[in-house]
């Protein structure tokens, strides 16, 4: 099957997690269709680095974190994590790998259970780990709290739902934490949360991160917030890799046009700037029946007949700049016989 | 149904009538809670011309539901005390029942929210949905209301209007429901409309499609538009005039282009501060607001913004400053004692940076 290469991927000692050729599909009923979630990508995260994965509500960033995790076994490719394949681990292996693997979610007040105190809900994995003494992990959980921002007394007496949004956020926080993971899989944490809230959970994860050595996916669909915390980001669409840069240089030079549509798509906050005219047309359409080529190709203004027909495949444009496009906005045309170069 | 009868603001009448569309005096909605009064609104007063566009910004809790659902008169009725005066069209609706709104609702002010699913019926047909309030409101026939249904689609610019039609509301996306909802909105060509965080649940790029169709509608109908957000990003390109609620409270109100120039607000300021901007280096550190908004129960006495504003002094503490306005633009209001550009407000700033070890 066509994937969208695997140029992007390096060779460091330093990679802490690679995805090679990841598939995840779900039947259609019993239709025998399938929804095309995630279409064979590939990305790497180096340790301590955040990579940043960004796209449109059904692209598939979610299954991908879902999919690293194993929360949901893949189709097909491979998941290499501290240099151990966890698509082949069992249950009670995976269980314990996912103790240094964390995920949190968009909607915080409903991953917390309702029913219980939240200082027990930041404790319970410590509890169901059997780690430390009792007093250990009252003192762990409450550092804990308190680190995010949250009274430890006030969490020892109230539920989430006596907590807003915000702080429901930090609470997951604290609790993906309590295990001294290496990564934490963030998905759209912040996408429920007021501007105000917004800039107070990225400031915290950028302090988290730096004090307990975290590695992070960060996954949003807003790049302005993905670039203010990543050193790397994907862009996704459609269930596949569409360009990889590094965040500053995916804002100052976007090589695929779909990326330039994400950016134009942001609010300005100066209405001294020139609104763009709307971006793009329509939304993307059904991963069942993914146009064949360039999955983009429907709403791409430089689409033409061979993108209707040829997959592009990720090349180097530029210093860690991939893209999967065959006429992009910079790099130059792609050459006619693609050779994909990573696995060197 | 019959429309326009004499108790009723008439369409015709309304169009005509000189003066602001909306003009709210010392706004007050309160709700009784076992806990005590939440001071949901407190105290706004506005005017809002017809045709104009309106940005109503604040953090969650800060009172711009319960503001636009008290002019809408769309309020629980247990517990609620209103006071004050909220005029559209020059007639008094602040005291109006929910009875009596109804024959305002659609004709005269129509609403949309964040989560269309909430107003939309599940079980019905999308095209039934749309054409009701057209045979109900407006007395159509079966078919002119059909006929109406699918020329709002269009409008909105919703592809394969008939193949549209006969969908039920969850065989679409959240960005189609919005658009449905704005046709629905639109079904009895209202004056004014409210749109509640209509994008907030959206992705960027469809938001972006959504806030340029409200944009549309509101020039080619003339219409005034009251648009509510968390987000100063998205009112920045899509209104004239901006307020900005804390704690209950209007705290600052100014023309757009003013506004973003010449904020006065800590708050203000503090909300654009807190956007990433994409042109900042990434990782660049966000200025964040620290806190909370205030418990609209026991709200902070003297200005309400004092516990979270970096510039805070006594003063802040003791005495409420009231909205007054800027001596070169009446229509820039703002109530604070230091504001932004003051030189208390740089005092405050050199000390800040001083103890933070930037020169
Ligand atoms: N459990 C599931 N069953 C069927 N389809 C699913 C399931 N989970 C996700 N999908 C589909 O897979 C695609 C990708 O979804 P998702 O990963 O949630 O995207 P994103 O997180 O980017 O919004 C979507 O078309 C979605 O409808
Ligand atoms: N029916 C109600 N009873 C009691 N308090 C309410 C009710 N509705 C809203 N509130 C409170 O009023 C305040 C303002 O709410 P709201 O207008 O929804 O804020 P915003 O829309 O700015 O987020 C909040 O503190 C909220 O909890
Ligand atoms: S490959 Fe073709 S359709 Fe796809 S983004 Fe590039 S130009 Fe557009
Ligand atoms: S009045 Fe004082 S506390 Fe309130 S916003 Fe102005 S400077 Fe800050
Ligand atoms: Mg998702
Ligand atoms: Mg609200």
Known sequence: MAGTGKAHLRNSPDVLLRVEDLTVEFPVGRTGLKVNAVSGISLDVLRGETLGLVGESGCGKSTTGRAIMQLRRP??????????????????????????????????????????????????????????????????VDALLSEVGIDPDRAAESQPHQFSGGQCQRIS???????????????????ALDVSVQAQVLNLLEDLKAKHGLTLIFIAHDLAVVKNISDRIAVMYLGKICEVAPSDGLYQQPAHHYTKVLLDSIPVPDPEVALHKVAIEGEPPSPVLPPPGCRFNPRCPAADDRCRSEEPQLREIGAGHFVACHHPLVGGESPVSVRTTADA | MSIGSTTNITQAALRD????????????????????????????????????????????????????????????????????SIKFAGTEVGNKSRKEMRHIWGKEMAMIFQDPMTSLNPLMRIGDQIAEPLRLHLGMSKADAAATARRL???????EPDRRLAQYPHEMSGGMRQRVMIAIAMACGPTALFADEPTTALDVTVQAQILDLL????????????????????????????????????????????????????????????????????????????????????????????????????????????????????????????PVGSPEYHEARARINASAGVN
Not at chain 1, 114 to 135: C, F, H, Q, Y
Not at chain 2, 49 to 56: D, M, P, Q
């Open chain 2, 153 to 159: 689609l269009q409008d909105v610019r919703i592809p």
């Open chain 2, 17 to 84: 009538v000189q003066g602001p569309l909306l003009e709210l005096t010392d706004v007050r909605t309160h709700f009784r809670t076992p806990r005590g009064l939440v001071r949901a609104v407190d105290g706004v007063s506005f005017t809002l011309e017809r045709g104009r566009s309106l940005g109503i910004v604040g953090e969650s809790g800060s009172g711009k539901t319960i503001l636009s659902r008290s002019i809408m008169g769309l309020l629980p009725s247990k517990g609620t005390e209103r006071s004050g």
């Open chain 1, 173 to 191: 926080i604290a609790r993906s934490l309590v295990l001294d993971p290496t990564l934490i899989i963030c998905d759209e944490p912040v996408s």
């Open chain 1, 75 to 140: 189709e097909g490719g491979s998941v290499v994590f501290e240099g151990n394949e966890l698509t082949k681990m069992t249950l009670a292996e995976m269980r314990e790998a996912r103790t240094r693997m964390q995920m949190i979610f968009q909607d915080p007040i409903s991953s917390l259970n309702p029913r219980r105190k939240v200082r027990d809900i930041v404790m319970e994995p410590l509890t169901i780990w059997k780690r430390g003494s009792n007093a250990e992990r009252a003192t762990k």
């Open chain 2, 215 to 338: 944009g549309e509608q509101r020039r080619e109908r003339n219409m005034s538009l009251v648009l509510v957000t968390h987000d100063l990003g998205v009112v920045a390109g899509h209104t004239d005039e901006i307020a900005v609620m804390y704690g209950g409270k209007l705290v600052e109100k100014a023309p757009t282009k003013r506004l973003f120039a010449a904020m006065k607000m800590p708050y203000t300021e503090g909300l654009l501060a807190s956007i990433p901007k994409l042109e900042d280096q990434s990782h660049s550190r966000l200025n964040v607001i620290p806190g909370r908004p205030p418990d609209l129960v026991n709200p902070p006495k003297g200005c309400r913004f004092a516990p979270r504003c970096p510039y805070a002094s006594a003063r802040c503490n003791e005495e409420e400053p009231p909205l007054t306005a800027t001596q070169d633009d009446p229509n820039h209001s703002y109530a604070c004692w230091y």
